[in-house]
């Protein structure tokens, strides 16, 4: 009968402490100020210079920049320790010079509109971008120096000296 008085309370413990565990996941995963802010900070459209500025090579010194950063996994999660990766979206204004510099030093090809190599455009950066951007993208541009185990990939009209770029944890 003992045995069984035993087993109850460690049934009744087990129990208690699976239940706190859940309580507390899920209280540690939906942390609402941290979801706000999250929230808040990837709708923010940024103008700061790009940095470090080699994750971009060959912008040279732009006119202007809008960018915006996006997290792909749940940085709000307390459950699961450790960085967060993340996306990047720009849209660089060129200075002509650079634009023609850029366009001459890689092998360009065009990216058909419609296509599913066409980028997709954030919401709040489309309005930086002209409806009628032809985007010209190199394969050897988002291959050259320096590497990492970042990816980047680059969309250029040189006819607008315009840019699109598209980098993760960068």
Same mark, same amino acid.
């Given at each position: =009968?003992?045995?069984?008085?035993?087993?109850v309370?460690?049934v009744?413990?087990?129990?208690? &402490?699976v239940a706190? &565990?859940?309580?507390? *996941? &899920? =209280?540690?995963? !939906?942390?609402?100020?941290?979801?706000?802010?999250?929230?808040?900070?990837?709708?923010?459209?940024?103008?700061?210079?790009?940095?470090?500025?080699?994750?971009?090579?060959?912008?040279? /010194?732009? &006119?202007?920049?809008?960018?915006?950063?996006?997290?792909?996994?749940?940085?709000? !999660? /307390?459950?699961?320790?450790?960085? *967060?990766?993340? *996306?990047?979206?720009?849209?660089?204004?060129?200075?002509?010079?650079?634009?023609?510099?850029?366009?001459?030093?890689?092998?360009?090809?065009p990216?058909?509109a419609?296509?599913? !190599?066409?980028?997709?455009?954030?919401p709040?950066?489309?309005?930086?971008?002209?409806?009628?951007?032809?985007?010209?993208?190199?394969?050897?541009?988002?291959?050259?120096?320096p590497?990492?185990?970042?990816?980047?990939?680059l969309?250029?009209?040189?006819?607008?000296a315009?840019?699109?770029?598209?980098?993760?944890?960068?």
């Open positions: =009968m003992a045995r069984l008085g035993w087993a309370v460690a009744g413990l087990i129990g208690g &402490v706190a &565990v859940i309580v507390a *996941t &899920v =209280m540690a995963t !939906s942390d609402p100020r941290c979801a706000d802010q999250l929230k808040a900070g990837e709708a923010k459209v940024r103008t700061s210079r790009w940095e470090p500025a080699g994750e971009l090579p060959g912008l040279g /010194r732009y &006119v202007e920049i809008h960018w915006q950063v996006r997290a792909l996994g749940n940085p709000c !999660s /307390r459950s699961v320790p450790g960085p *967060t990766d993340r *996306t990047y979206q720009g849209v660089v204004r060129l200075r002509p010079e650079d634009a023609r510099s850029l366009a001459a030093r890689y092998d360009w090809r990216v058909a419609a296509s599913e !190599s066409e980028p997709q455009v954030w709040a950066l489309a309005k930086f971008v002209p409806g009628d951007v032809r985007w010209l993208h190199s394969d050897a541009y988002d291959q050259a120096p590497q990492s185990e970042d990816s980047r990939r969309y250029l009209d040189p006819d607008r315009l840019a699109l770029f598209d980098l993760t944890n960068a």
